[in-house]
């Protein structure tokens, strides 16, 4: 099994930073990406960031150039550093691995529990 535990959220003002932690352990064969995903009250669940073992990043256009995703291999973390926070990024957010159990394994997806991100004055 693959446990995702995500740490980091909270309450910030606007303008503020989060850095989002997310640790995954258990055992996985080989890793495609390591993510976060955020979901509002009443929206659908959406790509926020994203990284490839091949250290692509992939980011939502509304938090290019605030949001910077990366990961640590050595320790199974991806972190979420989120500047300049605003309002709408309020949300649930979640943290995603997708990868092989078994090299003979079609690829899964896991999700942590999510961590909530609000953003007010």
């Known amino acids: 099994q693959v446990q995702l535990v995500e740490s980091g959220g909270g309450l910030v003002q606007p303008g503020g930073s989060l850095r989002l932690s997310c640790v995954a352990s258990?055992?996985?064969?080989?890793?495609?990406?390591m993510g976060w995903y955020r979901q509002a009250p009443g929206k659908l669940r959406e790509l926020v960031a994203t990284v490839t073992a091949g250290h692509n990043t992939n980011y939502l256009d509304s938090v290019k150039g605030r949001f910077t995703i990366s990961k640590n291999n050595a320790m199974n973390t991806v972190y979420l550093q989120m500047n300049n926070l605003k309002p709408e990024d309020t949300a649930v957010y979640f943290c995603?691995?997708?990868?092989?159990?078994?090299?003979?394994?079609?690829?899964?997806?896991?999700w942590g529990l999510g961590t909530q991100v609000t953003v007010s004055s």
């Open positions: 995603n691995v997708r990868g092989y159990i078994t090299p003979q394994s079609s690829f899964d997806d896991f």
């Open positions: 258990g055992s996985i064969f080989r890793t495609i990406a």
